[in-house]
């Protein structure tokens, strides 16, 4: 392609204070001249130092949307997308339909599943299912080692995919007996003489009710509840089987039986064992039965602290980084009216005044598996996949390896000097390779939205090949934010 | 809002590396190489996370109802390495037996604070803010680098190591720390052009994270030219010399703490290193999953400790252990123990007073239904490692007082 070349207008220029607060530099315009004389102009001017919201013109809410609710988005996906009305646009998003992760070479080797998951993440039309599956893996977390040489990721990871748009409860549940939560939270061993508290106290503290809103009694008598729970091997006529035995089978070998019984309709799943359950009287959160796990969730939903600590969660992936206690509310009454139904919850957010009003613009940090997947969609690069997990762990997210059980940071947590370093070196990466490229120009204005600050207008301005202009854009803060 | 430090809009000069050093560092960490005076006196910390069960790292081995609480995991008085009548180490930590022995470990039994909760998130609030109210919104070390140790504002002075995201504790207004997961990926990767277009991004950034991301990209870019600058500039010439036979066998630990002493080593203006070791939530086969964590632990921390020794530097370094939690006393049905209280914390290294200090809780007047009684505050270890150790004022940091421990030599 031709020179491209974005100019700072002259208003902008005059717009930058020198030094001053940093956060308050002082430019209101944030304006691009693109060639062709054609000059886009930001709709509004922000308060001082704030990026100038393209929100109120149906294209800048569109790809508002699009970048949150997915990972990125083409140009023909955003003209398509701008062209319906938003109420339209955002049930279009929701009412997207699944696409099954395409089948994995080894289901017992959890890299295999990530890659084949980040390689769908930049692929599937079904953006919104791909979006709830990393949300719902962020936040009922669980990791690789200790599903073994067992396919527990793959499983987990379609469990999210099939249920994380749903309804809350039913997907508790069915969470509370997926085999790799199973051995994550030690409900494996749990038994009704000596119950195990780590399901229990995470359940509540960081799955439903939130810290403050049981006791340590309720912990206690939360894990008699849950206690019991076993995985087990059943074939296609939901017959328990024996797992093949991996002590003397090479990887290989041992991979290929697992891959065998699974491909016969056999699968793994978890159930109560009644021998190794209490099923004696407990009392959790002021109610007193024989409880079984079923009534213990159903009691826990019940607390009013529940909605609002998913609701909370969510609008600080997917609405506003400290999300006020009106706010909460506001999203998690109709989520909770509406028993617990994840759409409606998404809904509520994507149509809120805190979403669409111009402070929600760039309010929220990409992750980093985000900001991965959008540089891959934005560049129609799938193949960048391995390299996404290679990259991760210097952005501190390696998926299905959380650093705890909390999940991941968000927003400026994600922020340091080594992971900020290691965004700008998977651009150069992703870079590296490319040899003839989208027009960059035209990505500014897609995937920027035209709003860009003094410094990537300057780099991108000064750059010589469309590699590099690719390197600014994809490395640039804009890039970064959503 | 973070603000800028002066340093950082103070001017720039290019060295013949063609990497941009900012004048003030450049003196800094000159005169301090000349004076001879740099980094004599560092603190590393180490994190073990998950909530470390203290009753299986030192072993009241003496008293009958440390095996009758744990009759599956319990460790056997004749296994146990002794340090004294009453207590002894795990048998997977000869290490620090050694280091003990040789009058370099100072072991703070009971370190807990008043009503102890048992979620790891608000243990650790507590633990990287000094504060069991969780009113504190800074880090307890990045107020500390921020108020008194970083007057320079130099972009190493504060260091996260073998990892990707700044420690809790570091974190502060106005404190600057560099998160280092490895000196050869430190750099801005893909070519002369990239050096140079990579921080200019990252210079007025508009909007609600611009100083932050600023912030994240000039320290990036300051200290990718300080350890560079380090090379060519300080006279005499600091090297450090990998000591892989030291380290032995490789874990993370031993990684990280192995590019910590190349930190401290080569870098003058090194004062506070963070490093982590995480996977001691035991609920379920501790015998053999803390014994393997307990094992990393010491083979790591005596590597580091011979390393920096190797190299000159052991009268100039601390380092202190902590976690979130310890454990419950009685092991419950997977092999493992929940969540509990107090627990014992090391403090290691030649400037160390040895010995052991506070007394072991009773394992049977409990708090909270089976759990270990503190008797000596965290805060009480932090006050003494800053003003006995670091030099400052540990007031500003912690805002009360707390009794001192004599746990570092008096000179």
């Known amino acids: 392609m031709g020179s491209a070349n974005l100019r700072l207008s002259r208003r902008q220029v005059l717009g930058i204070a020198a030094g001053g607060v940093v956060g308050a530099v002082g430019f209101r315009y944030l304006t691009l001249q693109l060639p062709g004389g054609s000059q886009q102009v930001a709709s509004a001017a922000g308060p001082a130092g704030a990026w100038s919201s393209p929100l109120s013109n149906a294209t800048g809410l569109a790809a508002h949307l699009l970048r949150r609710a997915t990972f990125g988005y083409t140009a023909d996906q955003l003209e398509t997308a701008a062209s319906m009305p938003y109420p339209d646009l955002v049930d279009m998003v929701l009412n997207q339909a699944a696409e099954p992760l395409p089948p994995v070479a080894d289901p017992t080797d959890y890299q295999a599943v990530v890659r084949a998951w980040y390689e769908h993440m930049a692929t599937t039309p079904a953006q919104f299912p791909e979006r709830m599956t990393l949300f719902w893996h962020g936040l009922l977390t669980s990791d690789y080692r200790k599903a073994a040489r067992l396919p527990f990721v793959l499983q987990q990871n379609e469990l999210y995919r099939s249920m994380g748009r749903g309804d809350f409860r039913t997907l508790i549940n069915a969470v509370t007996y997926d085999p790799l939560m199973i051995r994550y939270l030690d409900l494996e061993e749990s038994t009704a003489a000596a119950p195990n508290e780590n399901y229990s106290r995470e359940l509540m503290e960081l799955f439903t009710l939130g810290v403050g809103n049981y006791t340590e009694t309720d912990v206690r008598e939360g894990a008699r509840a849950f206690s019991g729970i076993r995985t087990v091997l059943v074939d296609a006529a939901g017959k328990r089987t024996q797992p093949p035995k991996a002590k003397g089978s090479s990887p290989a070998e041992y991979a290929q039986a697992v891959e065998q019984l699974l491909a016969q309709g056999a699968a793994f799943k978890g159930v109560l064992a009644k021998n190794q359950h209490d099923s004696g009287s407990k009392t959790l959160l002021g109610h007193t039965g024989n409880l079984d796990p079923a009534q213990a969730l159903d009691i826990i939903l019940a607390q009013p602290s529940c909605a609002p600590h998913i609701a909370r969660l969510a609008l600080e992936q997917f609405c506003a980084p400290n999300p006020s206690t009106a706010l909460i509310t506001s999203v998690a009454t109709p989520f909770r009216a509406g028993n617990y139904d994840i759409k409606t919850l998404m809904r509520t957010i994507f149509t809120s005044e805190a979403f669409t009003s111009p402070g929600a613009y760039r309010s929220l940090v990409r992750g980093p598996a985000e900001y991965m997947v959008a540089s891959m969609r934005a560049l129609a690069r799938p193949d960048l996949a391995a390299a996404s997990m290679r990259s991760g762990a210097g952005m501190d997210q390696i998926l299905y390896d959380m650093p705890t059980v909390a999940g991941w940071p968000s927003n400026q947590g994600w922020v340091s000097s080594g992971a900020w370093l290691a965004r700008l070196n998977f651009a150069a990466a992703a870079i590296a390779s490319e040899r003839t490229f989208p027009d960059p120009v035209d990505a500014v204005k897609v995937q920027l939205d035209g709003v860009v600050g003094p410094d990537t207008a300057t780099v991108f301005n000064a750059s010589e090949g469309d590699g590099d202009r690719w390197y600014a854009l994809l490395a640039s803060p804009e890039f970064q934010l959503k | ?411």
Not at chain 2, 143 to 162: F, R, T
Not at chain 2, 200 to 215: H, N, Q, S, V
Not at chain 2, 286 to 293: F, H, I, V, Y
Not at chain 2, 373 to 397: E, H, M
């Open chain 2, 1 to 411: 809002m973070i603000t800028r430090r002066d340093f950082m809009v103070s001017g720039i000069t290019a060295t013949g590396v063609g990497i941009i050093v900012p004048p003030v560092f450049a003196q800094s960490v000159f005169a301090a190489t000349m004076e001879d005076v740099h980094n004599d006196r560092v603190l590393v910390i180490l994190q073990l996370g998950g909530g470390n069960d203290g009753l299986n790292t030192v072993v009241p081995y003496a008293d009958p109802g440390y095996l009758q609480a744990r009759p599956n995991i319990g460790i056997p008085s004749d296994k146990v390495l002794p340090l004294n009548a009453e207590i002894g180490l795990n048998p997977v930590m000869p290490g620090m037996k050694k280091l003990f022995d040789a009058g370099e470990v100072a072991l703070v039994q009971g370190v807990g604070y008043p009503n102890p909760v048992y979620s790891h998130f608000e243990g650790l609030y507590i633990w990287e803010h000094a504060d069991p109210t969780m009113q504190q919104t800074d880090g307890w070390l990045g107020k500390l680098l921020a108020s008194q140790l970083d007057s320079q504002g130099h972009p190493l002075a504060g260091c996260a190591l073998g990892q990707a995201s700044t420690p809790a504790e570091l974190l502060a207004q106005n404190a600057t720390v560099s998160v280092i997961d490895s000196i050869p990926t430190y750099q801005v990767e893909g070519g002369a052009g990239r050096r140079v277009a990579a921080p200019a991004l990252y210079k007025r950034t508009p909007g609600i994270y611009g100083a932050i991301f600023d912030e994240a990209l000039s320290t990036a870019e300051y200290g990718i030219a300080a350890l560079a600058d380090s090379q060519s500039r300080c006279t005499p010439s600091v090297t450090y010399t990998p000591q892989s036979t030291v380290y032995g066998s490789k874990n993370s630990l031993a990684t990280s703490l192995q590019l910590t002493a190349e930190m401290i080593v080569t870098q003058p203006s090194v004062k506070v290193c963070h490093v982590v070791l995480g996977g001691f939530d035991t609920h379920q086969d501790e015998d053999t999953r803390q014994n393997a964590l307990l094992a990393y632990v010491d083979s790591a921390v005596s590597a580091f400790m011979q390393d920096i020794a190797n190299h000159g530097m052991a009268d100039r370094v601390v380092l202190m252990t902590w976690s979130e939690f310890g454990r419950r006393v009685v092991e419950n049905g997977g092999k493992g123990t929940d969540h509990g209280a107090a627990a014992p914390i090391f403090v290691v290294g030649k400037p160390v007073q040895g010995g052991v200090f506070g007394e072991q809780p009773s394992l049977t007047s409990t708090v909270d239904s089976g759990n270990l009684k503190y008797n000596i505050d965290f805060r009480s270890v932090y006050q003494t490692l800053i003003r006995d150790w670091l030099q400052a004022d540990p007031a500003s940091v912690l805002g009360s007082s707390f009794p001192e421990l004599p746990i570092i030599k008096t000179a």
